[in-house]
């Protein structure tokens, strides 16, 4: 996907905070930080996700397209996202995941990022928990890039979750319709399998 806007600051002469798009976070005195970058209208369900996981231990952070229809307009890859929150709560943090939603109209979540350990735990949590999941080997979903916001914490090393719209639809009753959307039991499967690896990684 081509950005419309460079940076943020572009981004924020052109649309408006509170119509456009608007940001959520809690910080937390936590050695993870959970981020949605892209969520609201951008990629559905993904601000849902990173909030059930993040729960009241962990810091959260999601970047929101509120527009009624157009909301791609207000993606800003993970390599220049440099809203100033978001770039906050990731720097606060040891250890950043970000959720992310592919078009993939398969159920595959594709685990990118530098910290090789956790990627790994989280690979076997999902496959265990019944999910298909493999390590990203696609160019521009690897998530190696230091810029990458997922490596934006203190250890330089973060997670990167692209989660397919398949597997997103299957998450959740209404996906693009968020007065109707519930979530389903493989949403509870899927951010317990992860919560449990960050549990266990404190």
């Known amino acids: 996907m081509m950005d419309t806007y460079s940076s943020f600051a572009e981004l924020s002469r052109n649309e408006q905070d509170g119509v456009d798009f608007t940001i959520l976070f809690r910080q937390r ?3 993870f930080a959970i981020i949605a970058p892209h969520g609201g209208g951008i990629e559905p369900g993904t601000v849902d996700i990173a909030d059930a996981l993040a729960g009241s231990e962990f810091s959260f952070y999601a970047f929101k397209g509120t527009k009624k229809s157009g909301n791609t307009v207000l993606h800003l890859t993970s390599n220049r996202f440099d809203e100033p929150v978001g770039l906050t709560i990731a720097g606060n943090a040891a250890i950043v995941i970000s959720i992310h939603g592919s078009r993939d109209r398969g159920d595959t979540i594709l685990i ?3 910290h090789r350990e956790l990627k790994q735990r989280l690979l076997e949590a ?5 999910f298909t999941a493999e390590i990203s080997e696609s160019a521009g979903l690897r998530g190696q890039d230091p810029a990458n ?8 090393e ?3 979750l692209e989660i397919a719209r398949g597997l997103r639809e299957k998450m959740f009753a209404h996906l693009c319709h968020r ?3 519930k979530r389903t039991p493989i949403f509870g ?11 266990l990684s404190r």
């Open 112 to 114: 990118g990022g530098r």
């Open 149 to 156: 916001i997922c490596n934006h914490g203190t250890s330089g």
């Open 29 to 31: 005195n936590s050695r």
């Open 158 to 160: 973060g997670v990167q």
């Open 179 to 181: 007065p109707l959307r």
């Open 126 to 130: 999902l496959r265990s928990a019944g």
């Open 189 to 199: 499967a899927f951010v317990a399998s992860i919560r449990t690896v960050l549990s």
